[in-house]
């Protein structure tokens, strides 16, 4: 069982940067390969990135270049910094934890996200 509390989240204008964190508790981090989805109003649930425990990455198309997923297995804490922020960015960011051998998936309850002038 892993419990996941983002953070971070805000109003910024176009342009502007973020960083989400979020912070794990509940079992071992480091066999979970995390992520960063969002959902914007009325649209369905999208991957943004992603890092796995040995560190290699993914990343939407929309986000590739202006986002940075990392991760921090001795305080078992995962971050996006969102830089050059757009109007389309706009969205709630949940964060996951996927455990691939068991192919349990873990949610958070999100944080908002809101890029406008």
């Known amino acids: 069982q892993v419990q996941l509390v983002e953070s971070g989240g805000g109003l910024v204008q176009p342009g502007g940067s973020l960083r989400l964190s979020c912070a794990a508790s509940?079992?071992?981090?480091?066999?979970?390969?995390m992520g960063w989805y969002r959902q914007a109003p009325g649209k369905q649930r999208e991957l943004v990135a992603t890092?796995?425990?040995?560190?290699?990455?993914n990343y939407a198309d929309s986000v590739k270049g202006r986002f940075t997923i990392s991760r921090d297995n001795l305080k078992n804490t995962v971050y996006l910094q969102m830089n050059s922020l757009k109007p389309e960015d706009t969205a709630v960011y949940y964060c996951?934890?996927?455990?691939?051998?068991?192919?349990?998936?873990?949610w958070g309850k999100g944080t908002l996200v809101t890029v406008s002038s």
């Open positions: 890092i796995s425990s040995s560190g290699n990455t």
């Open positions: 996951n934890a996927f455990a691939v051998r068991s192919g349990m998936n873990y």
């Open positions: 509940g079992s071992i981090f480091s066999l979970y390969v």
